[in-house]
């Protein structure tokens, strides 16, 4: 979401604790190391070819598994009986993994939380969809954010949507977001609650963006009959095409279609950590071989930046930064900033990059030097607390009580920006994220 944050405390409520499933599964994903950018190669998706420079297609080489094993397998085959909420380890549910075996969780690299069950997880999304998830008069759902709708939580709602098997919710936030796209294809970034379909021209916001071309990709793998797939494909190079750019050398995510990057001669020539999703272009990598080059150089980017980062703010990360990653107005952590954890988290579990994990202690000894959580965290609620106890997940018992300080502090979570955070994190450290690989 472009724009400044509010913080919101209207109130208080007591949070009860959220645990995980060890995956089992077998899928693809590598289990360690940085892809390299010298050799063309990415471990987590096995695609060869060149790594840097423009968006370009037939560059990738070969693929293992790539779009088109993204619905081998039937319905529920990958093991198992489905669940009450078909979120059972293993691919149960009718969850299917990119190569047709084992579980669409694929290896976790990750730690999860150890004392959670399934019924709780599906009674905090049942919590968040009647707080925040509404219906419009023409059949279409949206996602609620101060009595207005942003493509961002549209994004989120779409990924919680397909990791709580929600179809019917999933496919109506995807007909919102078609139904407000601008010039270039990707949604209007803010709209009015259930504004008719059309064109504002407020134009598109990144984040938002790829949230829902993960979600796709998610649904691909639960739901295989449709044609999400196909459409994370065109999705995906949109937001490549017209929301990403080569700075200096370094491939680098813009905020929006219409503004930074180092292209913007507006005086907005600048970049938001919390929008790299390094875990997600290894992914559309694996699924979209013509796009590989340019995801693959796009996590090498994210990382040079955050290491950047992390050694000018001890270890925090800004809300925003110049093109090169210095300051961009004196930006702090704050509300942008705080969801940063959570994006590296998601890589480390899925294909357990070294850098990812660096970044995460990085962080991690911050907190532990400002007095552990919840105390260190910028505001007492989810969006920071369960972030920085996400950024532990590389060492199983400091992820535990970490999760266990966030799930036994007392927080605002009532605002969509808190409370759906709150859900989505979970998912995470509970080991139900799928990359689907």
């Known amino acids: 979401m472009i724009g400044p944050r509010k913080a919101l405390w209207a109130g208080t409520v007591a949070l009860g604790c959220l645990a995980a499933c060890n995956s089992s599964g077998t899928g693809s994903v590598a289990t360690g190391g940085a892809p390299s950018n010298a050799a063309g190669t990415t471990a987590a998706s ?23 094993g993204a619905q081998a397998g039937s319905a529920g085959s990958a093991g198992g009986a489905a669940g009450a909420s078909g979120l059972s380890p293993g691919g149960s549910g009718g969850e299917v993994s990119s190569a047709g075996s084992g579980g669409v969780f694929g290896s976790w690299h ?39 709708v942003v493509s961002e939580g549209i994004g989120y709602g779409m990924l919680l949507a397909a990791g709580m098997n929600d179809q019917a919710l999933f496919d109506n936030l995807w007909k919102y977001y078609q139904d407000h796209l601008d010039a270039n294809g990707l949604m209007n970034w803010s709209t009015g609650l259930c504004d008719s379909p059309g064109n504002n021209k407020s134009n598109a916001a990144t984040d938002g963006d790829l949230d829902t071309a993960m979600a796709l990709v998610q649904a691909a793998a639960r739901w295989p009959s449709g044609s999400y797939l196909a459409e994370a494909q065109a999705l995906t190079g949109k937001i490549a095409q017209f929301e990403s750019e080569v700075c200096a050398g370094r491939r ?11 292209s913007d001669m507006a005086g907005n020539a600048k ?49 925003w ?27 480390y579990a899925w294909s357990g990059d070294a850098r990812a994990q660096t970044f995460m202690k ?47 502090a007392t927080v605002d979570d009532t605002p969509y920006f808190q409370g759906t955070l709150r859900v989505l994190y979970l998912l995470v450290a509970s080991g139900r994220f799928s990359s689907t690989l």
Request: charged share 15%; with cysteine; aromatic share 14%.
């Open 46 to 68: 096995g695609q060869s070819g060149q790594t840097g420079g423009a968006y370009s297609g037939g560059a990738a080489g070969s693929v293992a598994g790539a779009a088109s």
């Open 110 to 148: 990750g730690a999860t939380y150890a004392a959670e069950t399934e019924a709780r997880l599906q009674t905090e999304y049942d919590t968040w969809k009647a707080a925040h998830a509404r219906a419009c008069p023409n059949g279409t759902w949206v996602v609620v954010k101060d009595g207005g």
């Open 252 to 262: 680098i995510l813009k905020p929006g279609d219409a503004f930074g990057g180092c």
């Open 271 to 319: 970049l938001n950590p919390s929008y790299f999703a390094p875990g997600y272009y290894k992914v559309f990598a694996h699924y979209f071989p013509d796009q590989a080059p340019l995801w693959t150089a796009l996590a090498d980017g994210s990382y040079e930046l955050f290491a950047i980062y992390q050694a000018r703010l001890a270890n925090l990360v800004p809300d």
């Open 321 to 347: 930064s110049a093109v090169d990653g210095s300051d961009w107005y004196g930006s702090g952590y704050s509300y942008d900033a705080c969801r940063t954890p959570f994006r590296v988290a998601v890589d």
């Open 362 to 408: 990085n962080l991690s000894s911050w907190v532990d030097g400002h007095g552990g959580l919840p105390s260190a965290a910028q505001a007492q609620n989810s969006a920071f607390i369960g972030a920085f106890a996400l950024a532990a997940a590389y060492e199983p018992s400091k992820f535990n009580a970490d999760m266990a300080a966030w799930l036994g």
